[in-house]
């Protein structure tokens, strides 16, 4: 919405800048030093009919150093929760409430799954925890505004190339590096510790090339949302579950009904079995390295689509993708979908009791009483010990 007034001061109350939204409803304003801000929609230079969801016009942001924090404010039609209870019947400002954040919890979890898939199938295949998946993430979003802002292609085949160069980078870092180090006996753990080296050297590399600034891409930025019943979102968002569940499932199938698929879990259940059947197990591995990065910057695009693109953004997720892998049990394509799905709902959900900062406690509390009843994790498999 084009002509919103923003205050931002300090949490002293210290004036830094008052700005004016743009023709997309976007603002910008750039602080000196990082720590905690009071952000402040003037509500009278909204128009007449609009008024922000929930009544809360203050916002509350910690600005990082190097990083960007994105403030949001949802606007409704003034009287439209009212108007909701009043054609519901038996319907209440709750209820409508969660129900838009179920379906904004379903949105995450699958943004999630994607990218738990790929880290799931690494790991199933190769025993690596790849600290590094994050970057994956970040990489696809990055790779996709390059071809969409640079080379001015539209953001759907932009996209298209973006997952195939991240596959083929994807590849190409198994065969040129982790291969390698299988091959020269590093242990698992030496490649984890390795593998949170490659995320750190990664990150700064996507600082230096894309910057600490907040970016988006050229299209489906700003879009009007749609009302279905008590749920809001811009179509997009509809779009993109879409094509999430699709991708999910047609790779979970694949897995169960392909010859490849069948071949990597052999792989997973046991390597050296599979090797003396007659299965080319590094040739296995490189499949799934391609698919998994394909796949997580497919995920990184989705990211980008439903919030700002940032270098960092991989790195955000990187806690819930591990516990969607954890609690769905790791090495398992489904496991990572339920996993996700469970973690991006409780992630919502929780913000109706819980402050905004805190949500990520509540999916980080049902993975610990999840895996207090079920080490294994949802769709895991019991593994004898000793």
């Known amino acids: 919405m084009n002509g919103a007034k923003i205050a ?3 949490e002293g109350g210290q004036p830094v ?40 016009n203050v916002r509350t942001p910690t600005v990082y150093e190097g990083n960007c924090s994105t403030v949001l404010y949802a606007l409704q039609a003034k009287g439209a929760a009212n108007q909701q209870q009043q054609e519901g019947g038996e319907s209440s400002p709750f209820w409508t409430q969660a129900a838009q954040l179920t379906f904004e919890g379903l949105n995450l979890g699958l943004i999630i799954a994607l990218a738990a898939l790929g880290l799931s199938l690494i790991y199933g295949t190769t025993g690596l925890t790849n600290f590094a998946h994050g970057e994956l993430v970040t990489l696809g979003a990055i790779l996709a505004y390059a071809f969409n802002i640079g080379f001015g292609l539209h953001l759907i085949p ?6 195939i160069v991240a596959g083929i980078l994807g590849y190409l870092q198994d065969r040129l590096f982790w ?53 809001s979102a811009a179509p997009k968002n509809f779009v993109a579950m879409g094509i999430e569940l699709v991708v999910l499932i047609v790779v979970g199938f694949a897995l169960l009904r392909t010859r490849t698929g069948k071949a990597a879990r052999a792989v997973a259940d046991n390597p050296a079995l599979a090797a003396s059947s007659g299965i080319n ?16 910057a497919l995920a990184g695009i989705m990211l980008g689509l439903s919030q700002n693109l940032k270098y960092t953004m991989g ?26 799905l469970v973690v ?11 402050p905004p900062e ?23 498999r019991r593994e004898r010990i000793g």
């Open 8 to 10: 931002v001061t300090t």
């Open 17 to 56: 800048k008052e700005v004016t939204t743009n023709a997309e409803g976007t603002w910008d304003v750039q602080v000196d030093k990082p720590g905690k801000y009071k952000v402040t929609l003037d509500v009278s230079s909204l128009p007449q009919n609009a008024e922000v969801r929930g009544g809360n």
């Open 158 to 163: 932009a996209a298209v190339i973006a997952v």
């Open 179 to 231: 291969g390698q180090l299988r091959r020269r006996g590093t242990g698992t753990i030496a490649m984890m510790i390795i593998s949170i080296g490659v995320a750190l050297f990664l990150r700064y590399v996507f600082l230096i090339f894309f910057g600490g600034q907040t970016e988006a891409f050229a299209q489906y930025t700003a879009q009007p949302g749609i009302e279905i019943g008590p749920i």
């Open 281 to 296: 197990v590094d040739r296995v591995i490189r499949i799934i390295w391609t698919f998994g990065g394909a796949i997580a």
């Open 315 to 340: 790195q955000d997720i990187l806690l819930l993708i591990f516990a969607g892998v954890t609690l769905g049990g790791l090495g398992t394509a489904f496991g990572a979908l339920v996993g996700s």
């Open 344 to 354: 991006g709902l409780f992630i919502q959900v929780s913000t109706l009791w819980v």
């Open 358 to 380: 805190l949500k990520s406690v509540g999916a980080l509390a049902v993975l610990i009483i999840v895996l207090l009843v079920r080490p294994q994790g949802i769709l895991g």
